[in-house]
């Protein structure tokens, strides 16, 4: 590894220590034509949705959570209600049906099978290969009129989301 790519490493990983401290998670956002992470491709792509995950839920031996085609600041009132949700010794678990507070939406809780394709900060941070990823799961969201991807009708228009185990960043 070069110097110039473990200086950038090395300031990404305190500052992640610092919001993990401050506020028991990081959200890691990824969108808008950019990632920052090394490895990350996910910004070539014009047609990849930008998404974001939570960094530090690992920590509180839960799986971290993912969400796809919001804007950074709707994924992080998702992402933090449900990182609250876990601090309070929730333990939400796949096929999970949520109606979160800050949401007008329903949320379907969904093991995603290829984690260390996607998660590169969480992974970063914890010290684990791709291969020995952190857990992930997938927060999908209906569209208006109730449906989820998986029904007949779903409207797009409402979010892009990609199955799990469908996308790789």
């Not at 090395?10 to 490895?39: K, L």
């Not at 993912?66 to 709707?74: I, N, R, T, W």
Request: aromatic residues 12%; glycine residues 10%.
């Amino acid at each position: 590894m070069d110097a110039r790519t473990q200086a950038w490493i090395d300031q990404d990983h305190a500052r992640t220590v610092a919001i993990i401290r401050r506020h028991g998670w990081m959200i890691q956002y990824v969108g808008g034509g950019t990632c920052g992470v090394p490895g990350c491709t996910a910004h070539d792509d014009a047609d990849s949705p930008p998404f974001a995950y939570t960094v530090g839920m690992f920590g509180l031996g839960h799986p971290e959570f993912l969400v796809f085609d919001l804007p950074p600041e709707g994924a992080a009132e998702l992402l933090n209600e449900l990182g609250r949700m876990v601090r309070s010794g929730e333990n939400l678990i796949p096929g999970q049906m949520l109606e979160p507070e800050c949401w007008d939406q329903r949320v379907v809780l969904e093991e995603v099978p290829n984690p260390g394709d996607i998660v590169f900060a969480a992974n970063r941070f914890y010290q684990r290969p791709p291969e020995f990823s952190v857990p992930v799961l997938q927060v999908t969201y209906d569209d208006f009129d109730g449906r989820f991807p998986w029904d007949e009708g779903y409207d797009e228009a409402c979010g892009a989301q990609p199955r799990p185990g469908r996308f790789k960043a």
